[in-house]
């Protein structure tokens, strides 16, 4: 009887996963197997039905040109450098909203506007920001007397990546506090208040009782963000096109699939992102422990 | 009332209705800069026809347009049926444009320009109809130029004295923004049509020739690059290296550049809205690198096309006829200052009253600078991506000139093959 009642209830399951799971076939798989097919190809964008198998040759093609790995070096220059300022500014500013300070809900709610406004926006809001002749920050600098021309902020070979980096941290820190600070709350106040009474200096309790209740928190939050960053586009893209000084692998790969027409080189770059960003996230987890760290935390 | 007039008015309702029943709707893509005048078209053919033209603006910057086609061809969809296209977009679409030759009658088609209908005739199936000549300009501040005594350059030589004089003048004056010299170095495409014209008009030809030889590295293009180079950060702001047409233009309209290249459209944009520079802006061809070189505008003749998958393949035809005639082409000249493609509106006396250099550039169109698009076909893109990248990296020092364009030519060699 209850042999029949699981096997009833693991149909039941089936059914209530089919429409979940032929999403996912239709939106994730078939595009995902698509490219990868391609990826063996020498089609082309303007004419898809005429191809013929070529092998690894696409794969090759990509790990040849220079072009790809300074794409692949400006990637993972963005994404170390931005979501390690992310980390410590989200860390910060969650520790400080966390405490109870008048108007508490308010600050909260603020800071998740950057968050809120669509990477393209905030990008093109920058740009005229940061813009030599008419930009805000250029005036502010001028009118302070530290410099007497605007500066090209996204101009300058040196200064833009940079610029992308601080957009970005302007833009996700709001992220990184919110996952954080939904790690702090989880925190039971006895704990605190035991060591407070136990006399504990703030210093101690934040390194040896905060810090490590907090690393799964803080650990799932910089997977997303570096999972996030490894792909981006949109940023690069608004503020300098295809520009060599900063662009990102995805950038790349959609400057041979589009602009070149490129269907089988631009497949072999996407798949190469993909395994960038796949062994990337396998390292995370594994040096962060991640899988156990949850465990312990359930 | 007669029963034979109650039957007329009748009859006339009727082909009333059956006249708003025929009247149909096309959509149509339109550049972003040229938005107003094609809105104008659409309301002329309305006018005309009874039939409704629904223009879609299209991204800012042109070459943002290529993903969106390709999502649009590559569905099928019949959303749009009038697709306005670069020169340089048409080997490229060729598969996914409809053959107009046999709705377009031929005397309208000769009218064009031979090579510029060329470009849109692939294989004996013609894919579009040219409707303007984009060409680059040099915009000038003629109050200033008037103010100091000068005219207009005829060599960039002159063109970078006149405007160093002009902007140190000013600035003294008071006009601490003012620059010399405003123009597009972006990482883009439109460095390309920047850069070839200064090389191409100091005689370093066009990157790769008609046959296929690859000609960029010459002493007289590293010449060209270096005198630019020089300009950044002395008449012309660094930010040149991050400008697009839009970001530039900014600049110029502002009132704070005394010279400006830029194509036709800031004509119309320079002169409406009652902007600080209204009436005291000037237009001439660019000015050439020795004298005795040819002035070398960059030259997209631009086109119009019909979606092969559209509705209304007919009616969509016709708004092509429509908006490619020269009608149409003469109130753009007119109010926009774009250069016809039809050869008979250079000689035509309303045309030339607004655009009396027009009656020079019609045959220099034959020696203006082509980019190398015909020769390089699908490859066209890399080509122009190699050369662009490597000019703004010599323009910013990163790359010394002759052994960056050593290193392009060797370059272009593998890429420059069409497939």
């Known amino acids: ?75 993972l220059t963005f994404t170390v450098v931005s979501v390690a300022i992310e980390t410590v500014l989200g860390l910060g500013i969650a520790l400080l909203i966390n405490q109870a300070i008048p108007g508490r809900g308010l600050v909260r709610a603020a800071i998740l506007v950057p968050w809120a406004i669509p990477v393209v926006v905030a990008t ?40 992308v980096i601080f957009i970005d941290v302007w833009m996700t820190t709001p992220f990184m506090v919110l996952l954080i600070l939904a790690g702090l709350q989880m925190i039971p106040g006895e704990i605190m208040e035991a060591a407070e009474v136990d006399g504990i200096p703030a210093w101690k309790r934040f390194w040896s009782i905060v810090l490590p209740l907090l690393k799964p928190a803080i650990g799932v939050a910089v997977l997303f963000r570096v999972l996030d960053a490894l792909r981006m586009f949109d940023l690069a893209y608004v503020l300098a096109a295809s520009s060599e000084q900063v662009m990102t692998a995805s950038i790349y ?28 996230a ?14 312990e935390a359930a | 009332m007669s029963l034979k007039k109650l039957a007329l008015g009748a009859s006339m309702l009727l082909a009333l209705a059956a006249g708003t029943a025929r009247a149909d709707t096309v ?40 993903p969106l086609y390709q999502q649009l061809l590559a569905a099928k969809s019949s959303d749009v049926d009038v697709l306005f296209l670069d020169v340089i977009w048409l080997g490229m679409f060729k598969n996914n444009l409809l053959d107009i030759k046999a709705m377009v009658p031929q005397a309208e088609q000769d009218a064009h320009f031979k090579s510029t209908l060329g470009a849109g005739d692939i294989n004996g199936q013609l894919i579009a109809m040219p409707a ?10 003629k109050d200033l130029l008037e103010k100091y005594g000068m005219q207009p350059p005829k060599t960039w030589d ?4 006149q405007a160093k004089e002009i902007q140190d003048k000013e600035r003294a004056a008071g006009s601490k923004d003012m620059w010399g010299y405003t123009w597009q170095a972006k990482s883009y495409e439109g460095l390309t049509c920047d850069a070839i014209e200064l090389i191409a008009s100091n005689g370093g030809g066009t990157i790769i020739a008609d046959d296929g030889k690859v000609t960029i590295d010459n002493p007289a293009a590293a010449e060209a690059i270096e005198k630019a180079k020089g300009w950044i950060g002395t008449i012309s702001p660094e930010g040149v290296l991050g400008y697009d047409e839009e970001a530039s233009r900014a600049v110029f309209e502002a009132g704070n550049s005394v010279f400006h290249r830029n194509w036709p459209y800031v004509w119309g944009t320079s002169q409406g809205g009652g902007g600080p520079i209204v009436g005291k802006v000037g237009m001439m061809p660019l000015p050439v690198g020795k004298v005795g070189e040819k002035s070398s505008g960059c030259l997209g003749p631009m086109y119009f096309g019909v979606n092969k998958y559209s509705a209304k393949p007919e009616l969509a035809a016709e708004f092509v006829r429509f908006i490619t005639g020269p009608d149409m082409q003469k109130m753009r000249a007119i109010e926009g200052a774009y250069n016809p493609s039809i050869s008979a509106l250079y000689t035509d006396p309303d045309v030339l009253a607004k655009l009396p250099f027009l009656k020079d550039t019609q045959p220099a169109f034959a020696d203006s600078a082509t980019r190398p698009s015909g020769y390089t076909g699908t490859s066209y893109n890399r080509v122009s991506q190699a050369f662009y990248r490597a000019v703004h990296d010599m323009l910013t020092g990163d790359e010394d000139v002759k052994a960056g364009l ?14």
């Open chain 2, 132 to 141: 303007y000549m984009d060409v680059g300009l040099m915009f000038y501040r």
């Open chain 1, 282 to 295: 396998i390292l995370i987890i594994g040096v962060l422990r991640l899988d156990r760290a949850a465990g």
């Open chain 1, 1 to 75: 009887m209850s042999l029949k009642l699981a096997r009833a209830d693991r149909r039941a399951a089936w059914m209530f996963m089919a429409p979940m799971l032929i999403a996912m076939l239709v939106v994730a798989v078939w595009p995902l197997a698509r490219t990868f097919y391609f990826s063996f190809t020498d089609a082309y964008l303007d004419d898809p039905t005429n191809y013929s198998l070529i092998g690894f040759d696409n794969y090759l093609e990509v790990i040849g040109d220079r072009t790809w790995w300074i794409a692949v070096r400006n990637t």
């Open chain 1, 124 to 163: 093109k809001m920058w740009e005229w920001m940061l813009n030599d002749q008419f930009g805000v920050l250029n005036q502010v600098l001028i009118s302070m007397g530290l410099i007497d021309h605007g500066i090209a902020w996204t101009a300058n070979g040196s200064l833009i990546m940079g610029v």
């Open chain 2, 27 to 66: 959509s149509v893509f339109c550049g972003a800069t040229d938005y107003d005048l094609c809105v104008k078209a659409a309301d002329a053919w309305k006018a005309k026809t009874g039939n409704e033209a629904k223009i879609n603006k299209m991204p800012a910057q042109l070459d943002d347009a290529i």
């Open chain 2, 406 to 419: 050593a290193k392009l030519s060797a370059r272009l060699d593998k890429l420059k093959e069409s497939r």
């Open chain 2, 158 to 161: 002159e063109l970078a004295t």
């Open chain 1, 253 to 280: 790969a959609r400057n041979r699939l589009i602009s070149f027409q490129e269907l089988g080189i631009g497949s072999a770059a996407s798949t190469w992102v993909f395994l960038l960003v796949a062994f990337v």
